[in-house]
Each structure stands twice: as C-alpha cells, then as structure tokens.
C-alpha cells in the first residue's frame, strides 16, 4: 500500500481553489471582449488585467487555509463537517458567479451570488479562527475584495441594467 507523500495534502488542498477559477477564465476571456468591454463601468474599477493575479493569490491563500483546517482537525470528519462545509459551499458560490455574471450576462443574480459569497466567506473565517488563527487570517483578503467586487458588480448593474 503507498503512502501519500506528506506535502501532497497541503499542495492538493492550496489548488483546489483555482479549479474552478480556471474554468471560469475560459468564460470571462470569451465575454470580455465581447461583452463586459461594452458596459459602463465606474472609475474606480480595476484594469482587467489585476484579476487574475489578484484572485491567484486570493485562491491560494484561502486554499492554504483550508488544509491547516484539515491538518489541524485530523482531517476529514465529525469536527471538521462545518468549517469545511461552509468553505465548500462558498468555493461552489465563488465558482458560480463568473457563469452567471459573465456568461448568462446576469449581473442582478451576479451580485446576489457575491453576496451570498461574502456572507458564507464571513462564517468560514469565523469558524475557522477558534481552529486556526491564521487560517482565518488568510480569508481577510478575500473578504476585502469580495467586498470591493461587490460594490462593483453593483455598479456595473445599476449603470447598467437596461442593457442586454
């Protein structure tokens, strides 16, 4: 029987987050020229080209916080079923909204979706502080751009919601 390597957890758990980021992009680079150059956006919104790196860093951080979760817990089970669950259910809202904002073009249902994000990002760091400060404290900076997109997606909606 062999062993798993003692990284292949830490390194497993710090990518998963850019699967569905990585899906994601192959809507967003079809829609950006196409559709998203086309909207009205507020001057404060960030050049296209800080998303990637900035949600690359976001998903690894966060990504490396759910494994010292994991690590910390023993692993999967009874203690770890709501701070991992609430982590997974808010990879599978990060996950969501780039085919709703960018590819059904509904940047209402977007922005609920962001939403609902921020608000399950809020109870993983939550949950996780009292396991592992500094799993939590890696969640911040997500929780700071989710914020600043928000208020984007929100924007963008407002300035444009008569547009198809």
Not at 36 to 41: R, W
Not at 68 to 75: A, D, H, M, N, P
Not at 125 to 149: G, H, Q, R
Request: glycine fraction near 10%.
């Amino acid at each position: 029987m062999e062993v798993v390597p003692a990284w292949a957890p830490a390194v497993g758990f710090t990518l998963l987050p850019h699967a569905g980021g990585f899906l994601g992009s192959n809507i967003t680079k079809r829609e950006i020229p196409t559709w998203y150059e086309t909207l009205q956006k507020p001057s404060w919104c960030p050049p296209n080209w800080v998303f990637a790196p900035v949600w690359g860093t976001l998903y690894t951080s966060m990504g490396y916080g759910s494994y010292l979760v994991w690590k910390e817990l023993g692993g999967f089970n009874e203690k770890s079923v709501v701070p991992l669950g609430l982590y997974a259910g808010n990879l599978a809202l990060n996950w969501a909204w780039t085919p709703i904002f960018f590819g059904a073009h509904k940047m209402g249902w977007g922005l609920v979706t962001l939403l609902l994000t921020t608000g399950t990002a809020a109870a993983t760091t939550a949950s996780w502080y009292n396991i592992n400060k500094t799993a939590a404290y890696l969640m911040v900076p997500y929780l700071a751009w989710l914020s600043l997109a928000s208020a984007l997606n929100y924007r963008i909606w407002k300035d444009n919601c008569n547009k198809k």
